[in-house]
C-alpha cells in the first residue's frame, strides 16, 4: 500500500476526524512485521540526507502537530535518529514569550526555517497559532480565520527557496490518550511530563477536533501537504512517516556534487609521496 | 498642500518616473521658508512616537530605497534624530552572506521587524531583491517577478499585527547624482563613501528605472504605500518625509496607557513621608 497517497490529504477536500481510525495498520500484522520495512526505511533515509547536505539545492522542513501524548517527541527522536545531526535541527515552540507576542506570529517562526541543504523538525509550530490560540480564544475569530491564509502565503514562499515541506498530524483516539497518561502515573522517570492542563485539556477535545480538521482542510496544499498518521500504534505512526519522507526525498533527485578538485592529480601525488618514502635512506 | 496625497503611488496605477520632477519643492520656496514648518514636525512626531512606545498597540516600519547617493543614510538620520533612540531602530541591509543566500528572501527581513511600540527604519530593505538583482540578472525573470506578491503577503502579514509601512523612494536625477559624487570626491572627508561601482552603476540607470516603476506599481498598497520623494533638494526630501511620518502617527489615535497605581494614594503616601521628615526630631 502507498502510504503516500493513502495519507495524505488532498487539497481541496474535506475531512472528518471521526471517519480515521486512528488504530489503523495498513498492510502490517503488528511490530514485528514491520520491523525490517522501517530499518530500510531509516538507512536510505540516512543516505539520502547525506546527499541533501552535500548538494545544498533543496531544504526538508518537517512539521509536527498532536494533541497531548499524540507522540510528537517520540517521532522527533525517531525522524532524528535516521539522519546526521550536522544539517538536522529540532525546534519546539512553547507558549510565546512577551517579545513573540508583540510581532506576527509567523516572526518567530520564519527563523528556524531550514536553509538549503538542511532538515527542520518543528515540535508544535505556527499551526498553534490556529489551534490552541482559537480554542481557548486568546485571539478573536477575526484574527485566527485570517491566519490560514497568511501561513498558506508562508510555506509558498518557503517553497520558492526549494524548501519542502511535510506537515504529520499525529491522529490519536480519546481511549488512546488517557491509556498514555495513565502510563505516564505509573512511570516514575515520566511523571514530570505530567501537568494538571493534560487532564483539563480533554474537556476540549471536540473544540481540538473542529480546529484541526479547518487546520487540516485549508492548508494541504500541493506545495506543502497535511498528512493524517494514524498513531495509536506508534511502530506503525513511525513506518508511515518514515516512508513518506522517503519517498519525498527520493522525489528529489539528490546528487552529491562534483568534486572540486582533480582526483587523478592527488592520487598522482599521493603515490609520489609513498614511493618518496619507501626509498632506501641514504 | 497636503504632500501625503500629492506623494502617494495610488495602488493599481502607472508610474513614469520620468515625469517626476525631482526639484519639486511644492509651495515651499526655499530651506529657510520651509525651516519652521519642518521643525514643528520633527517635535511632534518626537511626542507622538513617545505614546506609541508607551502604548505599545502600533509598530512603524519606514523602508528607504533609492539610488546611490539620493540620501537615503541622510534621511535616516533625520528621522531618527525626531525619536526616542528608545524603541527606534535603524538597520542596513548589505549583500546578502552566504548563510542568509541559503534562505527565502525574506527570512534576514523578518527579524528586524518592528514589534508593538517600536519603529524600525529599513537603510535598503527586501525591495533589493527585485531591484540590484534584478538589474544584474543575479537571479532569473521567473524567481524575481514572483518576489512582488510574496512582498504584498508579507507586508499584510505584519499588517496583521499593527504594524503600519511607509515606504519611501528617494528620487534624484541623474545630474543631481552626479554632482553628489563630485562632491564627495572633494571631500576628503567623505572619500571614502566612492567605490568604483558608483560610477559603472550608472551604466545600468535606466533599467534601474524601470525596476523602480514595477516596484512601486506591483508593491503600493493601502496597507503599505509608496512614495514618491522628489530628493534633488535635501531640505524638501526631509520635509515630505517628516509630514508623511507625522500624518501617519497621528491617524493612528496614540493614546498613552493609563497608570496601572493608584496616583492619589501614591501621593497621600509621598505626603506622609514628607510630614514625618518635617516633624522636629525629639
Known amino acids: 500500500m502507498n502510504l503516500y497517497k493513502k495519507l495524505v490529504v488532498e487539497p481541496g477536500s474535506?475531512?472528518?476526524?471521526?471517519?480515521?481510525?486512528?488504530?489503523?495498520?495498513?498492510?502490517?500484522?503488528?511490530?514485528?512485521?514491520?520491523?525490517?520495512?522501517?530499518?530500510?526505511?531509516?538507512?536510505?533515509?540516512?543516505?539520502?540526507?547525506?546527499?541533501?547536505?552535500?548538494?545544498?539545492?533543496?531544504?526538508?522542513?518537517?512539521?509536527?502537530?498532536?494533541?497531548?501524548?499524540?507522540?510528537?517527541?517520540?517521532?522527533?527522536?525517531?525522524?532524528m535518529n535516521a539522519m546526521n545531526p550536522q544539517g538536522t535541527y529540532v525546534h519546539g515552540f512553547k507558549q510565546p514569550t512577551s517579545e513573540e507576542k508583540a510581532h506576527d506570529f509567523l516572526w518567530r517562526i520564519h527563523p528556524h526555517t531550514p536553509g538549503l541543504g538542511d532538515v527542520?523538525?518543528?515540535?508544535?509550530?505556527?499551526?498553534?497559532?490556529?489551534?490552541?490560540?482559537?480554542?481557548?480564544?486568546?485571539?478573536?475569530?477575526?484574527?485566527?480565520?485570517?491566519?490560514?491564509?497568511?501561513?498558506?502565503?508562508?510555506?509558498?514562499?518557503?517553497?520558492?527557496?526549494?524548501?519542502?515541506i511535510l506537515k504529520f498530524f499525529l491522529y490519536i483516539s480519546p481511549e488512546e490518550q488517557l491509556a498514555r497518561f495513565k502510563q505516564r502515573l505509573d512511570d516514575p522517570s515520566r511523571q514530570w511530563k505530567i501537568s494538571e492542563s493534560d487532564y483539563t485539556e480533554r474537556e476540549y477535545w471536540d473544540q481540538y477536533i473542529s480546529a484541526y480538521e479547518d487546520m487540516l482542510e485549508k492548508c494541504s496544499t500541493k506545495e506543502a501537504p497535511w498528512f493524517v498518521i494514524p498513531s495509536n500504534h506508534k511502530w506503525f505512526r513511525n513506518l508511515a512517516v518514515s516512508e513518506i519522507i522517503l519517498k519525498t526525498l527520493e522525489d528529489m533527485k539528490l546528487k552529491l556534487p562534483e568534486p572540486t578538485v582533480d582526483l587523478t592529480e592527488i592520487q598522482h601525488k599521493y603515490h609520489e609521496i609513498i614511493e618518496d618514502q619507501n626509498k632506501p635512506s641514504k
Not at 540516512?46 to 548538494?55: A, I, P, S, T
Not at 485571539?139 to 517553497?159: A, D, G, T
Open 14 to 79: 474535506k475531512v472528518k476526524l471521526k471517519k480515521v481510525d486512528a488504530s489503523f495498520h495498513a498492510d502490517y500484522k503488528d511490530e514485528e512485521h514491520a520491523k525490517e520495512t522501517l530499518a530500510k526505511h531509516v538507512a536510505k533515509i540516512g543516505e539520502l540526507q547525506r546527499k541533501l547536505y552535500g548538494e545544498k539545492k533543496h531544504a526538508l522542513l518537517i512539521v509536527l502537530q498532536g494533541i497531548d501524548a499524540a507522540g510528537k517527541d517520540g517521532t522527533c527522536w525517531h525522524v
Open 120 to 164: 527542520s523538525i518543528f515540535n508544535r509550530s505556527h499551526y498553534e497559532d490556529v489551534l490552541v490560540q482559537r480554542v481557548h480564544n486568546i485571539v478573536p475569530k477575526k484574527v485566527w480565520s485570517q491566519r490560514y491564509e497568511h501561513i498558506n502565503n508562508f510555506e509558498k514562499l518557503l517553497k520558492t527557496n526549494n524548501v519542502t
